[in-house]
Every structure is written in structure tokens, then in C-alpha cells.
């Protein structure tokens, strides 16, 4: 039973250092993998629509004191639910203020709600996931059912519940959104995580010799950074509507503050009589969170786990 | 006679199956079972044998990317299965592994790079300049050029990306290199290169193989001494051209009749084997091949054969040789 003896393979390689390219010696253009990405999400002109909209109210909120001479708590009982005008674009509320005014410093208010309600939430979610899913074992056991627990509850019930406990104040009704937001954020992390560590590219890190903090922070992150971004994007929109809707039940910003929500919850009684005092607050909401949405969506499109090429 | 580089004594491997609401072990696949090899400097051994025969596993508890369930690991005489995860991790310089897919096996969003050069980082090359000549250089040794080290790799074919891994495994001047199934993923001309270059390195560098594959005959091409594993466990080991010329094992005569040859008007004998591979989760008693062996007989199902030296650097686990 002799197996025939194959011919050798010819030796392709003679000198094995000195060698000259055996492959395309054409230079090719190298794109990191981000910049592939905003190419993407400037052709997707949803995003883009939702880009513009939220450039717009960032530039609101920061330019607010040059845009209007008006201050946004200063009551002026003789102007009392006046329609939109030339003098007041958006109209004044029951007390006499103009509401593009605080419509403008709202801008501020809001964005800056969902601002630091999401880096919580995104930072403490993202170490609690991270290590949920690598360590895995009775440290994924405790992590993910503390996140069923806080998932079990209606989230902007959780939030009412927080906000009970530490006291109605727009730093707590931020604190409580990142709360609700942080189960969010970890168990996207966690799922992630559990399906990269099998990949071949983490076996091959250790194989390497790498530590696990070098793993998870040079390996494992850097690929569980797209859904964590577009999760953020759309969180932005979400703790904006939470924040509004505790403002409304007056569980967030106190009076004076121009918060969009507490503004909706004030003038509710006047919706027949001046219904320019909701139509501002309610449309300048439903803007920013479609913006947020949007660009959100476009970025999941765009950042393809799979890079294409 | 060389030294021995590597010994593994008695490895085993064994996955608990869970079940049942509270995760109870309800069984055991054994993956790797009671293996014994030794590896001899600057030789390469192949390790050949079906899908799901515990190969890759072998080579992956070798290096303790899978705890090995027991068994010993002497690499240059010292026994890595006792160490600790750091003492492990400073060792691995010194043992590498080159995986079976190249699409998977680099990370996708790293620069080749920063792929090659991480190895020597972590392994105490601190400055940057060092770093990027060994970068140029190792790109060199393996066919690629310098300005491939700015790409990344989804902008590599197969046999690119797997020249890039060989450089990874080079980085650190290892001793050891596993090859786990290196070319089954790439089409056959391209694995010729990657053959010829892989012997050309370890000529170069005085590196030591273990080579794994299921192609019998690019483990023919490559090899010193084959071994041949079936569920679990090695059946021969020898001499290339002995185990090729004089199969003792009746598993490894019916593999070498299944390879085709490449003239057509020679006829021969081919041993077709019956049924199935059995489950590793419940393999047979006593030989776990005679379900399936031509030549079986009543003690094969009742005693494990032994892995007996039958002929210099010729060994089998068959009753057939007692």
C-alpha cells in the first residue's frame, strides 16, 4: 500500500530575506475604519437631517443670550399669554415670559440632561457589562440578575421611585435616568463581550502572552464600541423624554427653570385659550429626540461590524 | 539524538455536558484522552486525523488556551501545567500558535502593525523605533512588504493574512509553534507558499513544529514523524516514512487508502470503514476503534490497547502487536 511519492512543490521563495514583492506593489489608499463610517453616514440623508437638527438646538442653547433680550425667569404680568408676534416669536406664558427665551435656555438644559445622563449610564454600564461578560461565572451571575431586577420595573417608574428617594431636583432626575439607562448599557456590553471572547483574534491575544486588562481594553472594547455608540445616540433621545416627562410631573427642574417639560406641565391649563404656550415645548422635545433617533439609526447603518471594503 | 523540546504525558481534556435547570454535569465529552508525545528540537511533528478527533484541542491545552483537564506539559523540561497564569504568560514567548483561519484570527481593527508589534510590547520592547524595524523586518522574513504594515486586515487575501499571522507567531523568536490546521482554510496553491515558507523558517530559525492538519499529504510534505489521533486518543506514531510506507494501525491503513492518488491507472485496495465516528461523549470500550475495525477482535472490546513502542521510533495502540 505505497502512496505514490508527490512531485515537490517548486520552491517558490529562494532567499528568504532579501525578496522582492511578490504581491501588488501599487500603493493603496488606507482608510481607518471610522472614517469609512462618516462617509457612510453622509450619504444617509435621515442622518444628516437628524445631525442638522440637533447642531441647531446646541447653537440655540449656547447662543440663548444673544438671540433674545428677554430673560427667561423675569415675570412681566402685563404680557400674560400673549400670541406669537414680532416682539414674541414663540408668544409668553401665563406669567408673562417669552417662550422662545426659554425655549433657548431649555436647549441647554435638556442637552446637557441627556448628556451626562448617558456618559453615567454608558461608563457604568460598560464596565459592569464588560466584566459580566469576560469573567463570566458567579460575577455575570450578580451583575445580569441586579440588571433583571431594574429591567423588571417600567424605567420611568423606576426613575419616579429614585427621585422619591433622593428628593425632586434636576440632579437627581438625572442621577435616576442614568440609573434606569446603566442595565441598558451592560447588558448590550455584556452580549458582546460573550460573543467576542470567543473570537479567534482573543484566543490569539492570549496566546500571545497579553493580560486581561490588555484584552478587554485594546481588544474586546474597540469591537464593542458600535452598538455602544449607536446605543448612546438613541439613549440621548430617550433620557431627554424621561427628563421632560419627570419635569412634567414636577419631579425634575423646579420653577424657574425653563426645563420642556415643566414648561408643557404649566401651560396645560391654557391649552384652549393660549396653545402656543405647549405647541413650543412639545415640538422643540419631539425635534430633539427625532434628531437623536435619526442620527442614531444612521449610525447603526453605517458602523457595519463587518467593515466592508 | 536530540533533546527532547517538548513532552506531554498522559493529557487529557475532558468538557462537562450540563444540563437540566440547575447546569448539573450530566457527562463528558472526552476530547483529549490520555495523550503521549514527545517533541524533539528543530523537528516538526504531524499530528493528523478526522474532524472532531481532539487534534486541535490537544494543541490548544499544550499552550493552556483550554485548561488541560489533567495530564503533564514539560516544555524544555519544566511542567507548564503547574505554573501560574503569569509565569504562563511570560512562557508564551517561547510557544506559539498559529491558527487555522486567518479571517478570524486578526483583530479588525488593528493595523498590521500594531497586530505584529503588540507581541513584542507586551514581551518588553518598549521603544517605539525597536519596534517598527523588527515590524519591517519580520514583514520582510514572511513575503510581505513594508508598506502592508499601514492596511488593515480586511484589505489582505487568505494567504496574506496567514503569512501575517505566521509573522505575529515569529515576533518574539519563539521556540515552539503549534500550527493549528495553518492551510486547510486556503486554496492549494497558496498553501504550497505558506508550506514552503513555513520549513524555510524553521531552517532559518531553528524552530520546532507541531503540525496540525487533516490533508494527509501536507502532513507528508511537512513532517519528521506523524501521529495519528482517533477520538481522542494517538493511535501511531512514527517515522514519516515508516507510518507512510508501513501503516501498523488498522485506522491509519484505511486513512492512507482513502488518499486519491494521482495517476489514474494505478488501482489499489481501499479499506472502506463502516458506519460512523462514535460519540466522544460515550466511546466504545476498551479500543474505541473496534466498532469499526476490520481486524477486531473479542479483547479489543474489553481492554484498552496500550501505546507500545513496536519497532524504533515506531509506536501503536493495537492488540494486534502485543
Not at chain 2, 508564551?92 to 513584542?120: G, W
Request: hydrophobic share 45%; net charge neutral.
Amino acid at each position: 500500500m505505497k502512496i505514490e511519492e508527490r512531485p515537490k512543490v517548486e520552491k517558490l521563495l529562494t532567499n528568504p530575506v532579501k525578496r522582492n514583492h511578490q504581491f501588488d506593489t501599487v500603493e493603496v489608499k488606507v482608510s481607518p475604519p471610522w472614517k469609512d463610517a462618516v462617509k457612510q453616514l453622509r450619504k444617509n440623508r435621515f442622518a444628516v437631517a437628524g445631525f442638522i437638527i440637533i447642531v441647531f438646538f446646541v447653537f440655540l442653547g449656547l447662543l440663548a443670550p444673544l438671540l433674545t433680550p428677554y430673560s427667561y425667569e423675569e415675570q412681566n404680568l402685563a404680557n400674560r399669554l400673549l400670541a406669537p408676534s414680532a416682539d414674541h416669536w414663540f408668544g409668553t406664558d401665563d406669567l408673562g415670559r417669552d417662550i422662545f427665551t426659554r425655549i433657548a435656555y431649555g436647549a441647554r438644559i435638556s442637552l446637557q440632561v441627556g448628556l451626562f445622563a448617558v456618559s453615567g449610564a454608558l461608563v457604568f454600564g460598560t464596565i459592569l457589562g464588560i466584566v459580566a461578560g469576560y469573567f463570566g461565572r458567579w460575577i455575570d451571575t450578580i451583575i445580569s440578575r441586579t440588571f433583571d431586577m431594574l429591567l423588571a420595573f417600567p424605567s420611568i417608574l423606576l426613575a419616579i421611585a429614585v427621585v422619591a428617594i433622593l428628593g425632586a431636583s434636576l440632579e437627581n432626575a438625572l442621577i435616576a435616568i442614568a440609573i434606569i439607562n446603566i442595565p441598558v448599557f451592560g447588558r448590550l456590553v455584556r452580549s458582546r463581550v460573550i460573543s467576542l471572547r470567543e473570537e479567534e483574534y482573543i484566543m490569539a491575544a492570549k496566546a500571545q502572552g497579553m493580560k486581561n486588562g490588555r484584552i478587554l481594553l485594546h481588544h474586546i472594547l474597540p469591537n464593542s464600541m458600535a452598538p455602544i455608540i449607536v446605543q448612546s445616540t438613541l439613549g440621548f433621545g430617550t433620557a431627554i423624554l424621561d427628563a421632560a416627562a419627570l419635569g412634567f410631573l414636577g419631579l425634575g427642574a423646579q420653577p424657574p427653570m425653563p426645563e420642556w417639560g415643566k414648561m408643557l406641565a404649566d401651560s396645560r391649563n391654557f391649552i384652549q385659550l393660549a396653545p402656543w404656550t405647549l405647541i413650543a415645548p412639545g415640538i422643540s422635545i419631539m425635534l430633539v429626540v427625532l434628531g437623536f433617533n435619526l442620527i442614531g439609526d444612521g449610525l447603526r447603518d453605517a458602523i457595519d461590524p463587518k467593515m466592508k471594503s | 539524538m536530540q533533546k527532547p523540546l517538548l513532552e506531554v504525558n498522559g493529557l487529557k481534556k475532558y468538557f462537562d455536558i450540563r444540563g437540566g435547570v440547575l447546569g448539573k454535569k450530566v457527562g463528558e465529552v472526552k476530547a483529549v484522552d490520555d495523550v503521549t508525545f514527545t517533541v524533539k528540537e528543530g523537528e516538526i511533528l504531524g499530528i493528523v486525523g478526522e474532524s472532531g478527533c481532539g487534534k486541535s484541542t490537544t494543541g490548544k491545552s499544550i499552550l493552556r488556551l483550554i485548561e488541560p483537564t489533567d495530564g503533564e506539559v514539560k516544555f524544555e523540561g519544566r511542567d507548564i501545567t503547574a505554573v501560574t497564569q503569569e509565569e504562563m504568560r511570560k512562557l508564551r514567548r517561547d510557544m506559539q500558535i498559529i491558527f487555522q483561519d486567518p479571517y478570524a484570527s486578526l483583530n479588525p481593527r488593528h493595523t498590521i502593525e500594531k497586530v505584529i508589534s503588540e507581541p513584542l510590547l507586551i514581551h518588553g520592547m518598549k521603544s517605539v523605533k525597536e519596534r517598527k524595524e523588527r515590524v519591517r523586518e519580520l514583514l520582510e522574513v514572511v513575503g510581505l512588504s513594508d508598506y502592508h504594515a499601514s492596511r488593515y486586515p480586511h484589505q489582505f487575501s487568505g494567504g496574506q493574512r496567514q503569512r501575517i499571522g505566521i509573522a505575529r507567531a515569529l515576533a518574539n523568536n519563539p521556540k515552539l509553534i503549534i500550527c493549528d490546521e495553518p492551510v486547510s482554510a486556503l486554496d492549494v496553491s497558496v498553501q504550497s507558499q505558506i508550506l514552503n515558507l513555513m520549513e524555510e523558517l524553521r531552517d532559518q530559525f531553528n524552530l520546532t513544529y507541531i503540525f496540525i492538519a487533516h490533508d494527509l499529504s501536507v502532513v507528508k510534505h511537512i513532517s519528521d514523524r506523524v501521529g495519528v489521533m482517533y477520538l481522542g486518543r494517538m493511535v501511531e506514531l512514527a517515522d514519516k516514512d515508516n507510518l507512510y510506507d508501513d501503516p501498523k494501525h488498522p485506522y491509519t491503513r484505511a486513512l492512507l487508502s482513502a488518499v486519491p492518488l494521482p495517476d489514474p491507472d494505478v488501482k489499489k485496495e481501499r479499506i472502506i470503514l463502516k458506519g460512523d465516528v462514535p460519540s466522544p461523549a460515550n466511546p466504545p470500550t476498551g479500543c474505541t476503534f473496534h466498532t469499526r475495525c476490520p481486524n477486531v477482535m473479542d479483547i479489543c472490546k474489553t481492554a484498552r490497547p496500550q501505546f507500545n513502542q513496536i519497532d524504533e521510533n515506531h509506536a501503536v495502540a493495537c492488540h494486534l502487536y502485543n
